[in-house]
């Protein structure tokens, strides 16, 4: 039960942080038209879309690393009291 509150809280800080940092890259180079809502047009939404898409998928790589580290430490823990 506490590694599912673990995995719940990194899920939450990475894709918080991925979501973030991509959207203050883009607002870096001059696509801060595309966050105000009331001139969101098709480029505007297929970027924000395309930001979400790219923050999905390194929150869902990093989990998986995350996973894969603990079970090693699990398989390590088990080996080492068997």
């Not at 918080?16 to 940092?21: K, P, Q, R």
């Amino acid at each position: 039960m506490k590694n599912i509150k673990y995995l719940l809280i990194g899920f939450y800080l990475v894709s918080s942080t991925c979501y973030v940092s991509i959207t203050a890259l883009l607002l870096m180079f001059g696509h801060d038209k595309y966050f105000i809502l009331n001139e969101i047009d098709f480029t505007g939404a297929l970027v924000y879309f395309g930001v979400a898409i790219v923050a999905f998928i390194l929150a869902v790589f990093s989990l998986t690393t995350l996973l894969s580290v603990m079970n090693f430490k699990r398989d390590q823990e088990i080996a080492q009291l068997g």
